[in-house]
């Protein structure tokens, strides 16, 4: 098994919102801010975030984007491995990537909206080092999102 991560390109695109409209739509409904992100991934990295792509075997079966919030906060959205491919460790993979880029674009500060329910992603986050926020409601107005997350990626300058 051949693995590879790669940036947005236009024939990766589709692969986005497949890939999240899958599991949103089995999970949830589709929410306003679904439709703004998946309709354009190409607008996160225009607006100085990014997206990426996990490919097997040449596959397309997993991508996750980051957003800016703000000259120091990116937030990581829009995670999905496809489901035949899950517990394979890929999760993992973007997640390690997703970081990797965030700190290569300069963010001090990682930050994820979740649910409750999903327990999976929410062990990946605590794996990375994620911490709960105590924050109870979205930024965003996801009505799903219950459970909020962050990571330092850099230490603050003193």
């Avoid at 947005?8 to 409209?21: G, I, T, V």
């Avoid at 035949?84 to 290569?104: C, D, K, S, V």
Wanted: zero cysteines.
């Amino acid at each position: 098994m051949t693995t590879e991560i790669r940036m947005l390109n236009d024939s990766l695109a589709p692969h986005f919102a497949r890939l999240n409209r899958a599991w949103i739509e089995r999970l949830y409904a589709i929410e306003p801010a679904d439709e703004v992100i998946l309709a354009s991934p190409q607008q996160l990295v225009d607006n100085g975030g990014a997206v990426l792509f996990l490919l097997v075997n040449d596959e397309v079966v997993g991508t996750g984007g980051l957003q800016k919030l703000n000259e120091e906060t990116v937030e990581v959205v829009k995670m999905a491995v496809d489901p035949g491919h899950q517990g394979q460790g890929l999760g993992g993979r973007i997640m390690a990537a997703l970081l990797e880029e965030a700190r290569r674009l300069g963010f001090r500060r990682a930050y994820i909206e979740t649910n409750g329910e999903l327990v999976a992603a929410q062990n990946l986050y605590l794996k990375y080092g994620f911490k709960p926020t105590g924050q109870s409601v979205s930024l965003h107005g996801y009505v799903r999102a219950d459970m909020f997350y962050e990571l330092q990626l850099k230490e603050d300058a003193t």
